[in-house]
């Protein structure tokens, strides 16, 4: 079937309809071997180099589960405010795909570790509790290659190779419950979402949540109702949605489109939909199956999980500091307001900040270079705070040697600049510029005679009492020592000498 090809736009869309979200994301949980098998869990080695019978699901072969997978799945779960199951088992989710050695993967089903949780995530200044329904664990895939084609997809490829050194890999799927009310914030709200898990997850050291890698991947749900609806509308899934940008962009398509569907007195389908990066749409992919397609029954091969009390409260123990109660804590200790906190996180450099006052810097000159200096260097060159050339340690040092009065504001620019072109550390730079502040009275008293000898009308009028002409001689003084002049000092000196 042909699909409509305008688009409703985004504010007239949201004037009639109302948005309801919901996400999936999958986590590849960074243990060292497979679910349920001991090959290596290494990213980017040769194609299916990392395999064994049980994970190629070879007749004879029988799984065991991996301990340390469950174990991160528990820490993810009661980070998410989840309650953990006492008992529960794997399940057989059956479907036929290339991917798939065993034409089952092992998967949660009815019993998942985890259910029941919440992720507070602030948009647009106010903060949203977006509920989790379930957090399980499975194995993934392994990787279909579509060859000769333009696209990397199927449709137009010559030929198709299979990897599965990713199948087996332990997979954790985070599921939330529908979100609905944020309206306009719908996009916003998605995306802030899966940047507040992202950052949970590494903050719990389960995987090394790498979107571009795959190591982080998003089912993005989209449904919409006229406004006026006592039921929300059919959703779509965009799958596999691969950065936070795409997660933005791809709820913000699927409204625009629903609309037009809906306008059209058409109905929305439930189906998987792709996104496409170059322009930001999304496609329709399969018809989804309904949970009875995929004949779920329990695993055989597996023994019940029975986390022990004692082990999930140990877990719950060694949780370490969250993002959120970390942001709530540097909020405090550096006295900012809530719209100071969230653009220092939209810069991307509340760790940066973290770290240059863990360095010895002040709170305050730390935010003051990073979101000045160093963001406007970012912004000209067009890359993150966090991949300059410069280390929070040194930026904690040059406001150290202001401190210390070796170098002015002004100056510790100058410095900055050195560092970011690779001229060295703070100190070197100062060194080999010849940047450090005169404050040598030898030096300072020549270069103040120097400037009443080249103007003396200006000296005249100081001696008159018109000190406030002495500025113009601390200028010349600073031109002549190149702004390295203690200017407080520089100004003593010419009215000592001229008084
Ligand atoms: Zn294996």
């Known amino acids: 079937m042909t699909e409509l090809a305008q688009l409703v736009p985004y504010d007239e869309a949201l004037s009639r309809y109302e948005p309801v979200i919901g996400l999936e994301t999958h986590v590849e949980l960074g243990t060292a071997t497979k679910m349920f098998c001991g090959c290596p869990t290494t990213f980017g080695l040769e194609p299916n180099s990392a395999v064994c019978p049980v994970c190629l699901g070879l007749p004879g072969s029988l799984p065991v589960a991996n301990r340390a997978a469950i174990e991160y799945t528990i820490r993810i779960g009661l980070a998410l405010n989840c309650s953990i199951a006492t008992w529960c088992r794997f399940a057989r989710k059956n479907y036929f795909y290339p991917d798939m050695p065993k034409d089952f993967q092992i998967s949660q089903y009815d019993e998942p570790l985890c259910t029941d949780g919440w992720l507070d995530v602030v948009t647009g200044g106010s903060t949203v509790r977006v509920g989790i329904e379930r957090v399980h664990l499975e194995e993934d ?136 990066e170059d322009n930001g749409t999304t496609t329709a992919g ?3 199956e309904e949970a009875q397609d995929y004949r779920y029954f329990p695993e055989p091969d597996l023994v019940p999980v029975a986390p022990d009390r004692d082990w999930v409260e140990q877990i719950r123990a060694s949780l370490p500091e969250l993002p959120a109660a970390r942001r709530a804590r540097m909020q405090a200790e550096w006295g900012l307001s809530e719209l100071e906190m969230t653009q220092l996180q939209n810069a991307g450099a509340l760790d940066l900040i973290g770290a240059t006052v863990a360095a010895g810097a002040s709170a305050a000159d730390a ?46 620019r100058q410095v900055l600049d050195g560092v970011l072109a690779g001229e060295g550390d703070p100190d070197a730079v100062v060194a080999a510029r010849g940047l450090a502040i005169v404050s040598d009275e030898g030096a300072l008293t020549e270069a103040v005679d120097a400037a009443i000898a080249a103007n003396p009308d200006i000296a005249a009028k100081i001696r008159d009492g018109k000190t406030a002409a002495a500025g113009a001689l601390v200028g010349a003084v600073m031109k002549q020592t190149r702004g390295r002049a203690d200017a407080t000092r520089a100004r003593e000196l010419i009215l000592e000498r001229l008084s």
């Open 141 to 276: 895939t392994g990787k279909s290659l579509h060859m000769g084609g333009a696209t990397g997809r199927i449709h137009g490829a010559e030929y198709s190779l299979v990897d599965y050194n990713r199948a087996g890999i332990p997979l954790v799927e985070v599921v939330t419950r529908p979100v609905a009310g944020t309206g306009a914030l719908a996009p916003e709200t998605a995306r802030a979402y899966v940047t507040e898990l992202r950052d949970l997850l590494r903050s719990l050291s389960v995987s090394d949540v790498r979107m571009e890698e795959g190591s982080l991947r998003c089912d993005v749900n989209v449904s919409l109702a006229p406004r006026a609806a006592t039921e929300w509308g059919t959703r779509t899934e965009t799958k596999n949605v691969n950065s936070l940008r795409s997660v933005e962009r791809a709820v913000r398509f699927e409204i625009e489109r629903q609309a037009a569907v809906l306008d059209a007195g058409q109905k929305v389908l439930q189906e998987t939909r792709h996104f496409h």
């Open 286 to 288: 399969r018809s989804k």
């Open 367 to 412: 935010r003051k270079w990073w979101m000045g200096e160093l963001a406007r260097h970012a912004k000209e060159t067009g890359t993150d705070l966090a991949a300059l050339a410069i280390t929070p340690a040194q930026v904690a040092r040059v406001g150290a040697l202001v401190q210390a009065g070796t170098i002015n504001d002004k100056l510790a």
